[in-house]
C-alpha cells in the first residue's frame, strides 16, 4: 500500500471526513485529498501528528512493504481499539475564553475535557486536571477521583480542604482513616477528632478518645478532661471553658464548630 492508500484507509476506519481531520491537523480539505491520492506528502511534523492520532508506527505510514496487521507495533492490549475509537479526536467550533467548548481526544483541552490526560473547566480522564474533574487522578477546586486533589476532594484517597475518602487528608475531613483539623472517621486523627477511634489534639469524641479533651463511650482518656458516657450541663461548661483557655486563636473557627455540637 502506498502512504496516501494507507492515510485514506486510516482516515475512514477512525470516521473522519476530510475536513475533519484538516481541520485537527490544520490543513487544508485539498491538502488531505492529494496525500490520499499520493499527488503531495505531509510534512514530517504533520505524519508525527497523523501517527499520534491513528496511533500507529512511522514504519507502517512510509514502508510499502508493511502488511496490514503490522500497522501497530505497539502492544495494543494497553489501549483497546474500541477505547481507542471512542477517545478520536473531535471538538466543537465555538470557543470558551480561546478553548473549544468541548474536546475528546486522548489529550484533550476545552471548556469539557473528555481523554486520557483531560485540562478544562470540566474534566474528565484517566488524568484530570480542571475546576471540576473527575478522573483516576484528579485535581480542581471540586476533584472526584481514586486519587483526588482539590478543595473539595472525594475520593480512595483525597487531599483537599474539605476531603472525604477511605483515606481523606485535609482541613475539614471525613473518611475511613482520615487525618485534619476537624476530622471524622472510623479512625480520626486531628486537632478536634471523631470517631469510633478518635484521636485529637485538643478535642476527641468517639468509642475511644483521647485528646486535651477526651469523650468516649467506652474509653476516655483527657489531659485536662476525660468523661465515658453522657455528659452534665456542668460537663459542658467545662468543656468550653478548658477550649477557650488552651486552643489557639488561629483555630479559632474549629473550636467555634465543635462548641456548637456540645
Known amino acids: 500500500m502506498t502512504l496516501g492508500e494507507k492515510l485514506s484507509k486510516l482516515r475512514r476506519e477512525n470516521n473522519y471526513t476530510q475536513e475533519q481531520l484538516a481541520d485537527i491537523l490544520g490543513v487544508s480539505r485539498q491538502s488531505i485529498s492529494k496525500w490520499e491520492s499520493n499527488l503531495a506528502y505531509p510534512e514530517t511534523e504533520k505524519l508525527i501528528r497523523m501517527g499520534e492520532l491513528f496511533d500507529c508506527s512511522m514504519d507502517y505510514l512510509l514502508k510499502h512493504s508493511m502488511e ?139 468509642d475511644s478518645a483521647q485528646a486535651m479533651i477526651a469523650i468516649g463511650d467506652s474509653k476516655a482518656v483527657g489531659s485536662a478532661f476525660q468523661r465515658t458516657g453522657e455528659l452534665s450541663t456542668q460537663d459542658v461548661a467545662t468543656i468550653k471553658q478548658q477550649l477557650d483557655a488552651n486552643v489557639p486563636a488561629y483555630l479559632a473557627w474549629a473550636k467555634e464548630f465543635i462548641k456548637t455540637f456540645l
Open 68 to 206: 496490514n496487521d503490522n500497522i501497530n507495533q505497539k502492544d495494543t492490549s494497553e489501549e483497546p481499539k474500541r477505547f481507542r475509537k471512542l477517545l478520536r479526536e473531535r471538538k466543537s467550533e465555538k470557543t470558551v475564553w480561546g478553548m473549544p467548548l468541548w474536546h475528546v481526544a486522548k489529550n484533550a483541552r476545552g471548556f469539557v475535557a473528555v481523554g486520557l490526560n483531560a485540562h478544562g473547566f470540566i474534566a474528565i480522564g484517566m488524568k484530570a486536571q480542571g475546576v471540576i474533574s473527575i478522573g483516576m487522578l484528579s485535581l480542581g477546586i471540586l476533584s472526584l477521583g481514586m486519587l483526588s486533589l482539590g478543595l473539595l476532594a472525594v475520593g480512595c484517597l483525597a487531599i483537599g480542604i474539605l476531603s472525604a475518602g477511605c483515606l481523606s487528608v485535609g482541613v475539614l475531613t471525613a473518611g475511613a482513616i482520615s487525618f485534619g483539623i476537624i476530622s471524622i472517621g472510623a479512625m480520626a486523627i486531628g486537632d478536634f477528632s471523631v470517631g469510633a477511634l478518635a484521636i485529637g489534639k485538643y478535642f476527641a469524641l468517639g
